[in-house]
C-alpha cells in the first residue's frame, strides 16, 4: 500500500525465505511512513521481523506500538511511532535501545533495509507544503546505516541488503543514496553538502515510548552478546565539543588516565 506498486523488501524477504532457505530475515524500515504493506504480508510470519521507526501521526495512520504480530508471529513486529520534530538524537536512542537487542534476540541471518530518506529536513512531498518534520541530515542517516551495518556484521556475516525506497527531493535523496552506497562499500565518508537543519531542533523526550516498547517487547533486564560499545568520545564531541581538563569531570579523568 501507500505509495508503492510493488514491495521491494517484501519480495526479497519472501524470495531469500523460499529460495535460499533463509529461516530469519529481519526488515529495518526508516522511512518516514509506516510500512503497513510490509507489516500486513508478515504480520503472522515468524520468519521475518518487522521493525519500523515512522512519524506519528502521519499517512497511512498505522503503525502503533502495540501492534506486534499475530499469531506464531506474535513479537515479530516492532513499531516505534515517533513524533514530528525529534531530530537525530531520538532516532539513535531508538535504534541502540529497542532496534539493536530485539536483533540481537532474534539472531537474523539477513537484514534487508527499507532506505528511505524522507526524514531528511529538506524532504518535502512534490505538489504540496507537506514536510515530513523529522529534521534528519544526510550525516544523520550515515549515523543510522552505521548502527545497522554494525549489526549486520555482528549478527549476520554482514548479509545486508539496502533497497532505495521514499524520497521526494532530489538533491538530499542523491546525497543519502551515495553516503549509503559508499557506506557499503567501505567509505567512513558521508556525502552531505547540505548540513544540518537550519532550524533548532528541540530535544522532544522519547524516554517513556523507548520505555513502553521495552516493557512490550520483554527487552526489560536483556542482556545483549557481545554488544559493541558506544564510541564515548564521538558521541562527546557531537554533543559538547572536544573536552578540555576543565570541561573533563575528575572521574572521567581516572578513567582515561
Known amino acids: 500500500m501507500g505509495f508503492c506498486i510493488f514491495n521491494n523488501v517484501a519480495v526479497a524477504a519472501r524470495y531469500a525465505i523460499d529460495h535460499y532457505g533463509f529461516e530469519r530475515v529481519m526488515i ?26 515512522h512519524q506519528a501521526p502521519f499517512y497511512p495512520g498505522t503503525g502503533a506500538s502495540d501492534e506486534t504480530g499475530t499469531g ?6 516492532v513499531n516505534v511511532p515517533l513524533p514530528a520534530s525529534v531530530g537525530f538524537e531520538a532516532y539513535e536512542a531508538v535504534f541502540r535501545q529497542v532496534m539493536a537487542p530485539i536483533a540481537d534476540r532474534f539472531d537474523p541471518q539477513l537484514i534487508l533495509v527499507s532506505a528511505g530518506y524522507d526524514a ?17 541530515s544526510t550525516e544523520d542517516f550515515y549515523h543510522l546505516n552505521e548502527i545497522i551495518i554494525n549489526e549486520a556484521k555482528r549478527l549476520c556475516n554482514g548479509r545486508l541488503i539496502m533497497v532505495q525506497e521514499g524520497g521526494y527531493n532530489i538533491l538530499s535523496m542523491a546525497a543519502c543514496v551515495a553516503t549509503s552506497v559508499n557506506q557499503l562499500l567501505g567509505d ?26 521495552r516493557r512490550i517487547h520483554r527487552l526489560t533486564g536483556y542482556r545483549m552478546r557481545n554488544a559493541p560499545k558506544p564510541n564515548i568520545e564521538r558521541l562527546r564531541r557531537e554533543v559538547k565539543g572536544p573536552a578540555t581538563d576543565e570541561q573533563t569531570p575528575e572521574n572521567e579523568k581516572d578513567e582515561q588516565s
Not at 503497513?36 to 521481523?49: A, E
Not at 567512513?188 to 516498547?213: F, H, K, M, Q, W
Open 28 to 53: 529495518i524500515d526508516y522511512d518516514v511512513h509506516h510500512g503497513n504493506g510490509t507489516q500486513d504480508m508478515f504480520y503472522s510470519d515468524p520468519r521475518v521481523l518487522y521493525f519500523s521507526t
Open 72 to 77: 506464531e508471529g506474535v513479537g515479530t513486529t
Open 120 to 136: 531528511h529536513w529538506m524532504d518535502a512531498i512534490p505538489e504540496t507544503s507537506t514536510h515530513t518534520k523529522m529534521y534528519l
Open 188 to 213: 567512513d565518508a558521508a556525502v552531505d553538502s547540505y548540513g544540518p537543519p537550519p532550524v533548532r531542533v528541540t530535544r522532544i523526550n522519547t524516554d517513556v515510548l523507548i520505555g513502553e516498547l
